[in-house]
């Protein structure tokens, strides 16, 4: 393995575009605005300047916010309160590898349905669901999807708001690539849409964090969604932790409050945005056989070399000195001739090494 081993592998942020000078002088700030609040134990919903915050954001009230550390442990509790052994439950193909894991581990009766270029493939929900499967949770990355790259448009987000309605599942919105974008406008959560459809909603629970905007080390990130779901998780949550970490949480309220988030959203996106620009002139260049969709945001480019063995080619790419994640880690069977690149932690010049090393360990194995 070389020793300057270039990662897209990893989906966080290098550290060049972590605003590290902003995030000191917010915990100062911290300290000094509400030493009692953030050095307290707090609550299980966690930081109350926060959570209004975040209520604004979303246009719910702040009972239904609850903080936790990082978006994946929002997850853990929300299938601690849904999932036991045999719930049947619908992911995507493919999905978050973390996903598919806690959800197996917990003994849940997995069914998935296919993605194309815009996302989950609806009609193969209502197929599944009128083939008798009667999921509990249904669960969906609308944004920038991870791995996949693909954005889900608004009539499929509706859709599925409302199959959640007639057919009594939570939909579990994982959404923390949203403000990570290149191009275009923001569509509407599947939140948003529950919210401002009439009839009886509550369907959807909307999970984000601070990670791919601000740093995945603060581990600040949270669910908003109805008080009739958050309700038992908060019980989960006081008896796991007693409160999230209320440091954490007066730090990232206090670089909002400074402007510099809104600076670091803009700054991590426009890198990413060059960042995908040369691994996309690179891959055309060096991989010509490579197919992919060009990611208008999020962290992953999602890319099929028609012929290849994805777990073989991350071997080799590591020999050659880059690690790359096979496509065979996001879903149950399948995705052989599939691979992840993170955009995030390899600067511009990385990447264009990055990809000169896959496409050499390509050729070592006879594709691309
Ligand atoms: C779709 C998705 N959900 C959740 C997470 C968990 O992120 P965190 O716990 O850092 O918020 C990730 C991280 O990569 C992700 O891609």
């Not at 598919?100 to 009609?123: M, P």
């Not at 197929?127 to 791995?147: Q, R, T």
């Not at 509706?158 to 949203?178: I, N």
């Not at 264009?352 to 194995?365: I, N, P």
Request: proline letters at 6%.
């Amino acid at each position: 393995m070389a020793a300057d081993q270039i990662s897209f592998a990893r989906g966080a942020p290098s550290l060049d575009i972590v605003d590290v000078e902003g995030l000191k002088a917010a915990a100062v700030a911290a300290f000094d605005a509400d030493p009692a609040g953030v050095t307290a134990y707090g609550t299980s919903v966690g930081y109350l300047p926060l959570r209004e915050w975040l209520a604004n954001r979303h246009g719910v009230s702040p009972d239904e916010i609850l903080i936790t550390n990082g978006s994946m442990q929002a997850g853990a509790f929300l299938f601690d309160s849904i999932v036991s052994s045999g719930t049947p439950v619908v992911v995507e193909r493919p999905t978050y590898d973390r996903t598919l894991l806690g959800l197996k581990r917990r003994g849940a009766h997995i069914h998935t349905v296919d993605l194309d270029s815009q996302g989950i493939i609806v009609e193969q929900l209502e197929d599944l669901i009128a083939s008798g499967v009667k999921p509990a949770l249904v669960h969906v990355i609308p944004n920038f999807h991870n791995p996949a790259g693909c954005t889900l448009p608004l009539d499929r987000r509706t859709r599925l708001v409302e199959l959640a309605r007639e057919h009594g599942f939570v939909l579990f919105e994982d959404d923390p690539y949203r403000d990570v974008r290149f191009e275009g406008e923001p569509l509407p959560t599947m939140l948003d849409i529950d919210r401002d459809m009439p009839g009886e909603g509550g369907v959807v629970i909307h999970a984000s964090s601070f990670t791919k905007t601000v740093c995945p080390g603060v581990r600040v990130g949270w669910l908003a969604g109805p008080t009739s779901l958050i309700g038992p998780i908060r019980n989960l949550a006081t008896g796991t932790y007693i409160a999230p970490g209320m440091v954490a949480q007066g730090l990232v309220n206090e670089f909002i409050l400074s402007g510099a988030f809104d600076r670091s959203v803009a700054s991590v996106s426009k890198a990413l945005g060059e960042r995908v620009a040369t691994l996309v002139d690179s891959l055309r260049r060096e991989l010509p056989t490579a197919e992919f969709v060009v990611p208008k945001g999020g962290y992953f480019l999602w890319l099929r070399l028609p012929g290849a063995d994805g777990v073989e080619l991350a071997k080799v790419a590591a020999n050659q000195g880059v690690a790359i994640v096979p496509g065979a880690d996001f879903m149950d069977e399948g995705g052989e001739e599939y691979i992840r690149l993170a955009y995030s932690a390899a600067n511009v010049a990385e990447i264009e090494e990055g990809v000169t090393r896959l496409a050499r360990a390509a050729r070592e194995l006879g594709v691309g």
